[in-house]
């Protein structure tokens, strides 16, 4: 059984910084993918910043490009998010994914099939 668990968030003034933290747990050999989406109230789930988990490649949303950056630790099978220079705007519910097949785009939240169960970020001006 797969499982994913987020940990790290919490309430940051503006320009602060946040690490969060996602275990993987289960078949995690086979997750080709990983990624982090956020999620305001009243807006959609957007992708945040994704992980080829095998080579290593980033892709990062051009809102966050600059202070945010992902990064793996195969041999804990966890990803991370590095937040920097936090903003207001950044206050969601962040969710870790994970997908054996990414057939789709990485900043759409079908392509994934796992999902982690969120941790907050709430940043204070």
């Known amino acids: 059984q797969v499982q994913l668990v987020e940990s790290g968030g919490g309430s940051v003034q503006a320009g602060g910084s946040l690490r969060l933290s996602c275990a993987a747990s289960?078949?995690?050999?086979?997750?080709?993918?990983m990624a982090w989406f956020r999620q305001a109230p009243g807006k959609e789930r957007e992708g945040v910043a994704g992980i080829y988990t095998s080579l290593g490649v980033t892709s990062v949303a051009d809102s966050v490009k600059g202070r945010f950056t992902i990064s793996q630790d195969n041999a804990k099978n966890s990803v991370y998010l590095q937040m920097n220079s936090l903003k207001p705007e950044d206050t969601a519910m962040y969710y870790c994914?994970?997908?054996?097949?990414?057939?789709?785009?990485?900043?759409?939240?079908?392509?994934?099939?796992?999902w982690g169960q969120g941790t907050q970020v709430t940043v204070s001006l």
């Open positions: 994914a994970a997908t054996s097949a990414p057939k789709g785009q990485w900043y759409r939240p079908e392509t994934f099939a796992y």
């Open positions: 289960g078949y995690t050999y086979s997750f080709k993918y």
